[in-house]
């Protein structure tokens, strides 16, 4: 069995040429994805199968090859999705637009290739031209170097003055057979403690105030370059922050999965927390803690990495599981005393709110698992009490 993966590989030193027709290309594309998202709101669609006619001939007028095309089609419709997914959460969302600053274009499969010539590797993209190709030299880190193959699509994006192509890689997975009940694993996610995990025997707990103190770094060295006009600062700060909490989720996506291994036939529960920046409002400041914490990025972590270890994982509707005891089940508001504090309100358990909440999340998991309902159900788990209390 195989897991698809994505990477980020350096293009070599692009000459002035090549320079010049990766430039043109990403302004052909995000034009053709303009002139896609007016044809959408006059259309009042967002089916491919309806846009696909409209869009494709029109980004092909301009100059655009017909894999290129497709891609642009296919970035069209998923912007619009996007934005429809934000509007049922946020009624003041605006269209989306091209920001045509930021340099970028899709490859499809079709119009490149990966040659490997004694060890280097080369990307050969199609052109305007038939027949003719650009040949791009990447810089391949030797742990890519086995994994690097052709197929699927890709993208390449401008950083700075640097050109990157993100490529599909493929890694080996074998599976392994698994027996009996699943052990399930809650993770809480937050701003305080940034992970709470719950076994069936151990509480973890990951505590973010250190990076909730390195972000407050960031955000007064950022408003110090602002208002002397540094905008090349804030835009290197806003890079490193972008990095280091890359490192962050990387290390603790790898202790989560790792915590979830110990355990026979795990299966970690994640909260699904689609839209959360926009149904959660409270202090400037939680706000802006919240905007920059890179949530999804951890959730797809934690599943890349889980399926390399042959983890399973479920996302789960996480609505009532700070409230609810996770020992009898009473659900009431005011069972959560403060932010660390939970204390039922009908049977007296007291706890640490994270800690409840992640044996709640657990437990959601294993009711939907028994009941066979999928990933994305949303209804009230019945028997959820009864779950908890073991």
Not at 40 to 59: C, D, F, N, Q, W
Not at 113 to 136: D, M, P, S, V, Y
Not at 334 to 357: L, M, P, V
Request: charged share 25%; with cysteine; glycine share 4%.
């Amino acid at each position: 069995m195989r897991n698809t993966e994505c990477v980020v590989i350096k293009i070599k030193s692009p000459t002035k040429n090549k320079q010049q027709w990766l430039t043109s290309m990403a302004d052909l594309f995000l034009q053709s994805i303009e002139i896609g998202l007016v044809k959408s709101k006059s259309a009042k669609t967002s089916s491919r199968t309806k846009l696909h006619p409209i869009v494709y001939p029109e980004a092909k007028s301009i100059g655009l090859p017909s894999d290129y095309c497709r891609m642009a089609v296919n970035s069209v419709v998923s912007m619009l999705r996007s934005y429809e997914q934000l509007k049922k959460v946020q009624h003041n969302t605006s269209f989306p637009k091209i920001n045509k600053k930021r340099k970028w274009f899709g490859l499809g499969t079709n119009a490149y290739a990966i040659e490997n010539k004694n060890g280097n590797f080369i990307l050969r993209a199609t052109t305007q031209k038939c027949r003719k190709f650009i040949w791009l030299p990447l810089c391949v880190p030797d742990k890519f170097k086995s994994k690097i193959s052709n197929g699927g699509d890709a993208k390449i994006i401008q950083r700075g003055q640097d050109w990157y192509v993100i490529l599909p890689v493929k890694t080996e997975q074998t599976p392994t057979a698994c027996s009996g009940e699943p052990t399930f694993i809650g993770v809480d996610l937050g701003i305080v403690r940034i992970a709470v995990v719950s076994t069936p025997t151990k509480t973890i707990f990951f505590n973010g105030q250190s990076i909730r103190n390195r972000r407050e770094h960031f955000t007064d060295l950022r408003k110090r370059y602002q208002k002397h006009n540094r905008l090349d600062r804030v835009r290197q700060q806003k890079g490193k922050e972008s990095r280091w909490m890359t490192d962050i989720n990387h290390k603790l996506s790898k202790q989560i999965v790792a915590i979830a291994t110990q355990s026979s036939n795990p299966m970690i529960c994640l909260e699904r927390l689609d839209g959360i920046r926009y149904r959660i409002k409270k202090s400037k400041r939680f706000n802006r803690m919240l905007s920059s914490w890179a949530f999804r990025q951890l959730l797809s972590m934690i599943e890349y990495k889980a399926m390399k270890a042959n983890v399973k994982v479920k996302m789960v509707d996480p609505r009532r599981t700070s409230r609810k005891c996770s020992k009898c089940g009473h659900d009431e508001n005011s069972n959560r005393k403060n932010q660390s504090t939970f204390k039922c309100k009908k049977c007296g358990y007291e706890t640490n709110a994270d800690r409840n909440a992640s044996k709640n999340i657990s437990a959601v998991g294993a009711s939907l698992y028994q009941q066979g309902l999928s990933d994305t159900a949303r209804s009230r788990p019945q028997g959820l009490e009864q779950t908890v209390a073991l």
